[in-house]
């Protein structure tokens, strides 16, 4: 049934539409004869005056102010320095670099993870760790992607908030000055039998093709003010 507020539209509308569009034409032809009579308008030159190369070598970018300088080299030198007074721990390699299989092998499921870091262009990692007293542990990695295909360092910076946020009875913030770095505390400690139980809290971030991974564990509670202090000392370096 036809609606009684919109009448049904007849013969009459459609000859209305036709003499509009005969007037559009109409107005369209007239457009045409009126721009043919006017004289041509004259069109800029085609060639522009040839601009010249100035003289002298260019000033290479000092390396303060060449970020791939600093992550190109020595990657163990971008890592915080072990605080006066603490010792190395038992996560601390020999030289201060992860190969593949040693990096692979610091995840609950290290072929899983090997194959992962081979599709996500693993380039190189460095570690360093400490103790402070009996029971209060740090641990800080930088991992170096290839980046030829994927953006891996933002990704696993993605992956690991994934897990994190995961866990029961955790607290986050972002890292001031970067654009995806978080910290995490994980407030209800991991128990095993035999063992005290130990309370972590994690920092990630990811700067270029660098990706930041600061652990830090206690058999009491981690504040969050010591790791977000060495999370942001760390980008810092960065």
Known sequence: MESPERPRRGRTATLVAGAAAL???AGV????????????????????PVVRQ?????????????????????LRKLLLTRPRGARGTSFQSAD???DLADYASTYR???E?????????????????????????????????????????????????????????????PIPGTGDGMVYVHHTPERKSGYLPEYQAEAVASRGDLYMDIWVSDT???????????????VAQL
């Open 109 to 111: 499921k290290p072929a």
């Open 220 to 234: 009491r509670p981690v504040p969050e003010d010591k790791i977000m202090e060495l999370a942001k000392r760390q």
């Open 54 to 74: 100035a003289k002298g070598a260019v000033e290479p970018v000092p390396a303060a102010y060449d970020r791939r300088v600093k992550t190109d080299g020595d």
């Open 113 to 173: 993870d090997f194959q992962y870091e081979l599709e996500s262009e693993f380039r190189r990692a460095a570690q360093t760790s400490w103790r402070i007293g009996g029971t209060y542990d740090v641990e800080i990695r930088l991992v170096q992607y290839h980046q030829v295909t994927k953006p891996a360092a933002a990704k696993h910076v993605e992956d690991q908030a994934y897990w994190a946020e995961r866990e029961p009875n955790t607290s986050s913030s």
């Open 29 to 48: 032809c007239t457009g045409y004869v009126v721009q043919a009579g006017r004289a041509p308008t004259k069109l800029p030159p085609l060639s522009q």
């Open 23 to 25: 007037g559009v034409v």
């Open 96 to 98: 201060g670099w992860l």
